[in-house]
């Protein structure tokens, strides 16, 4: 408690201008202080905004984030559709739908949770884990400061009243000077302990940028993957809009597409129709 009003005291008497304020850190070390604000406000808006893009639910596997992509929906709709139309044309285009909606739903799934663990997540620890270590050891050598500016002024003001008055005085200066050595050995432990901690940040300030640059990438393999399956699709549905034009010429390819014959062969070969 008396420590708590000594660094209190301390603080209002620095605030008025009655006492100095010790600045332990060096300019390097100030500016990497400023940064890390800077870099925290970046990574926790990053981490934020990436969040919004996706569709499923943080922090689940692929399968259960699967289950709950409105993509998923859509294709378990069009698949259920399907099934109630039977062996039709439009129930087999919606069934075909509905599994490429479906495969879909799983590559995107597959995508967020992969872009969660190696780029959100990441971000989350440095904006809420890493930098609030070092500014919550920020704190704590300011505060072992201000224990040092305190206990320095009493020995000060012990050495000044030392002049008219010798009685008691000498052993209370001897206690606060190994009361003031030990506050600066605490400081000193705490500053070294920080500036390890700022330096080793700011080192890795590259490796954090890796983050940034594999964004676009994975992106973008995504959107390849995803365009290779609506291309599949498409060829699919172009077959099926073929059939129907040709149904009435051959009943034949309407039966090979509802056998899951292989539909390729037979059209290359058309001479193997009977």
Same mark, same amino acid.
């Given at each position: 408690m008396k420590k708590q009003f000594n660094r209190m005291k301390q603080l209002a008497n620095q605030t008025v201008g009655r006492a100095e304020k010790t600045e332990v850190l060096s300019e390097d070390l100030l500016q990497i202080e400023r940064r890390l604000d800077t870099v925290r406000s970046m990574c926790h808006h990053s981490h934020k905004?990436?969040?919004?893009?996706? +569709?499923g639910q943080h922090g689940t596997d692929?399968? *259960?984030?699967h289950k709950k992509l409105p993509l998923t929906a859509l294709a378990q709709n069009m698949q259920e559709a399907s099934t109630q139309l039977e062996d039709s $044309? $439009?129930? %087999?285009? =919606?069934?075909?739908c509905g599994d490429a909606e479906n495969q879909l739903a799983l590559e995107l799934s597959q995508h967020e949770v992969f872009v969660e663990k190696e780029i959100v997540d990441p971000l989350y620890g440095i904006a809420e884990v890493e930098i609030p270590n070092i500014q919550k050891q920020? %704190? +704590? =050598?300011? %505060?072992?400061? $201000? !224990?040092? !500016?305190?206990?320095?002024? *009493?020995?000060? +003001?012990a050495h000044k009243s030392s002049a008219t008055n010798f009685q008691g005085l000498p052993s209370k200066i001897d206690t606060l000077k190994e009361e003031m050595d030990e506050a600066g050995n605490k400081v000193e432990q705490c500053k070294d302990q920080l500036a390890a901690d700022m330096y080793n940040f700011m080192a890795k300030e590259g490796e954090y940028g890796k983050f940034f640059v594999t964004v676009s990438p994975l992106h973008c393999k995504n959107g390849v993957s995803l365009a290779l399956l609506l291309l599949l699709l498409l060829q699919k549905m172009s077959f099926l809009v073929l059939l129907s034009h040709c149904v009435c010429v051959h009943p034949m390819l309407t039966l090979l597409l509802f056998l899951n014959v292989g539909l390729f062969s037979v059209i290359r070969s058309p001479s193997r129709l009977p």
């Open positions: 905004r990436l969040m919004a893009c996706f +569709q692929a399968e *259960r984030r $044309l $439009l129930g %087999k285009m =919606l069934e075909t920020r %704190k +704590q =050598l300011a %505060k072992l400061v $201000l !224990d040092w !500016d305190s206990v320095r002024a *009493r020995w000060n +003001q």
